[in-house]
């Protein structure tokens, strides 16, 4: 595959789905700009921005505390950095159906090639955990048609995804009769949350598929100690789905890291224990392209060598 998708002269939204439509793509979550890089850096081609890694990494739950602006700053580090398109969280659209159409210009705005928004109640929590509730399904159908007409008046490639959580609050026909709405209501993709097996993965996509006459896209999630088996990209590729994210894959990796390390600095008073597991002043100046004593200058239009 070529490397337009780092190529910013085209939109985000196109460059993302370019991708989609030439193949299943595993997008990994970047807590911040760094991360993006890093992923970069690995040969992925998109990456994403998680509503629960965004709030943790603030100090904060992911029940939907940080502001908008807090999320396009780091969207906006993220696509920056890593010159990659960006899939980014909205959790359930930071208000009501005059917000979400604020929400899909300043995440335009911000360089993410699209977002998604959940029929959660607020405050809204973990796709994974029990107690959720769901607002009216009307209610988050209005707000997916305010946000396709905030992408057609903005960018026409933007991304607009409709998350529902109704598998584990109504019942997996519920999501299907959800999904079909928000895709009348004009959504492009289709995020179904808390599926519990392979099989109803594949069923989903059957069975939301089967007669629509345009393309939507799929979304599977593939978070960690959930209601949802790992499973494979290739897996989710063969039943039909065209984005895997890991939302919180890499910041759980980091900061188990850290509190090993932070563990053994206590106890022995040194870093030298864990001296080894650490990316080196070298490493981390390659992954950034600065050479000291050279003026930085990074062109994002130069893809990174994994």
């Known amino acids: ?3 337009d998708f780092f190529d910013e002269t085209v939109p985000a939204g196109r460059r993302f789905r370019t991708l989609m439509d030439a193949g299943c793509v595993a997008t990994p979550g970047a807590f911040n700009a760094l991360c993006g890089m890093a992923i970069a850096r690995a040969g992925f081609k998109a990456c994403y921005v998680s509503g629960a890694a965004t709030s943790v990494a603030a100090g904060v739950p992911d029940v939907g505390l940080l502001t908008l602006e807090h999320f396009c700053r780091v969207i906006r580090e993220v696509a920056d950095a890593s010159g990659l398109p960006v899939l980014a969280d909205a959790d359930t659209g930071f208000g009501e ?8 210009i300043e995440y335009s705005r911000a360089g993410a090639a699209g977002l998604h928004i959940e029929d959660q109640k607020f405050p809204k929590r973990c796709g994974h955990l029990d107690g959720k509730e769901l607002v009216p399904l009307d209610h988050m159908a209005e707000k997916v048609e305010w946000a396709s007409r905030a992408r057609s008046a903005c960018d026409e490639t933007f991304v607009v995804c409709a998350r529902t959580d109704a598998r584990g609050v109504e019942g997996f026909d519920a999501a299907i009769d959800r999904a079909r709405a928000y895709v009348a209501a004009g959504a492009d993709m289709i995020f179904p949350e808390g599926l519990t097996s392979a099989a109803e993965f594949a069923d989903f996509a059957a069975r939301l598929r089967a007669g629509l006459t345009r393309r939507v896209y799929l979304l599977a999630n593939m978070t960690e100690f959930g209601k949802t088996p790992l499973i494979p990209l290739r897996d989710f590729s063969a039943m039909g789905y065209d984005c895997v994210i890991y939302p919180v894959s890499l910041l759980r990796v980091a ?30 100046y390659d992954l950034v392209r600065y050479t000291p004593g050279t003026p930085w200058e990074f062109l994002k239009d130069e893809p990174p060598t994994p």
């Open 1 to 3: 595959m070529s490397t």
């Open 255 to 284: 900061m188990g890291a850290v509190s090993r390390a932070l563990v053994q600095l206590r106890d022995a008073g040194t870093v030298e224990p864990f001296i080894g597991q650490m990316q080196t002043r070298k490493e981390l």
């Open 97 to 104: 159906a005059e917000m979400v159409r604020r929400t899909v």
